[in-house]
């Protein structure tokens, strides 16, 4: 069986990858994903979130025990199922700082990728409800939606303002400090994967085929050309030929795991576990890095929040009122609001996100509140320093990689931590919120000194689920792909998700995601991507006016 091309990843980057090179009917384009179908109905309710970060649509890992924070392994939630991280996540919208991708053609090399060349990609994905202009997109496959935000969601925003941060009604503006509610990548009540958006209306296509449950074992190299992919049919290896080229989109920790798998990768590391080496690239599975999420819980004064629809009576009201009007909580995504701070005040973009939850014990490792309600303040450092690696457990395509971000081991993401917990207990404090609390839950009073917050962070601290950077792109020789996401020497293959990302954006990263898979099909059609007037009037204008 023969495609023009093969994509290895029905994520975020995969499935909008995939629908745009499926809009050429003269291309025969094949999607693979381990994971089954999006069927689970929890999936397309957004406050389905809740039931996603652990169980049998992610991969159940675990990191590698933490040097930096207890020795702990920690949960590692990575999604396996059709739309990936956007079937599982919660949702959040938002792209990060012009700064950042500015800095990936400065500081990295990577020409093509500063914020005005991947601005128009973004606007082409997007089709926001009320937002338009020189910063937004309408009419693109993804909704994108400002939530109604919750009672008490409108109180963290005043809780922030009154903490000293300005109102802001559009983190994907031109600036992303201050509180408000988030966007999120709901439309009509529901949930708006990249599945969904991109890939639903694209399956009618006789060029396009999407193929679930299968699990490849590794690309086929021939003559240092990708040629293909091989999986197992009724025990027996088979392969599947792509004419043209085999692109990779299994995400930060997949498509590593699936280069090294393959022979790419660190030579001696290929050697140790058993894998012949068919290229020598050092840099495969290093570079690892991921947000490092804290949470401060604190127990409300009444049912206030969303933990009392936990009990069946108010379980059945929620389904009643979705059902008949598309509103409340089922309607909601849990995060409905958030803010981007500064640690540091010299720093020219914010360098703390948060996100307030109304609800506890939503995410795995999160505590519950016994039998009361609660709230959830989230935070943690935009911009870490430390990095790790994906590196195989052995051979066999069967064990799941050692994953290791190596959380804390710089200085500067500790002392970072620290700050944002001290700020979420500064806007929790506030007297917006003085008649909704009871008490702090966790970590609670005895926990006062630096000392007490920088045990906490090690003890407490989570992924929040935004590994990059393990297939870095770069204008040098040392990177994995070039900026054409081209892996350098070998022909007819490419990565084109999160992993090639040089650093992690100031940002949730499922919306950088899909522009990279967008940018993907420009990159592979060797076509520019149709650019809104709005955006073209921005071109000339500096990464600071942006």
Known sequence: MAYDYIVVGAGSAGCALAARLSEDAALQVLLLEAGPADSNPYIHLPVGFYRMTAGPLTWGLKTAPQRHALGREIAYAQAKVLGGGGSINAQVFTRGCPQDYDAWERAFGCAGWSFKDVLPHFIRAEDNDMLAGAWHGVGGPLGVSTPCADALTRVFVQSCQQMGMPYNADFNGPSQAGAGAYQTTVRGARRCSAATGYLRPARGRANLRVRTGVQIQRIVIEKGRAIGVEMIVAGRPVVLRAEREVLLTSGAIGSPRLMLLSGLGPADELRAAGVAVVADLPEVGRNLHDHFGIDVVYELSDSHGFDKYAKAHWKAWAGIEYAMFKKGPVASNIVEGGAFWYADRAAATPDLQFHFLVGVGVEEGVPKIGSGSGVTLNSYALRPRSRGRVTLRSADPRDLPIVDPNFLADPYDLGTSVEGVRQSREIMAQSAFAKYLRQEHFPGGGVRTRADL?????????????????????????????????????????????????????????????????????????????????????????????
């Open 454 to 546: 920088e045990q906490y962070a090690r003890q407490y601290g989570r992924t929040s689920y935004h590994p990059v950077g393990t297939c870095r792109m770069g204008g040098d020789a040392q990177s994995v792909v070039d900026p054409q996401l081209r892996v350098r020497g070998i022909c007819g293959l490419r990565i084109c998700d999160s992993s090639i990302m040089p650093r992690l954006v100031s940002s949730n990263t499922n919306a950088p995601s899909i522009m990279i898979g967008e940018k993907a099909a420009e990159l592979v059609r060797g076509r520019a991507a149709p650019r809104s007037l709005a955006a073209a009037a921005m071109q000339g204008q500096s990464a600071l006016t942006l």
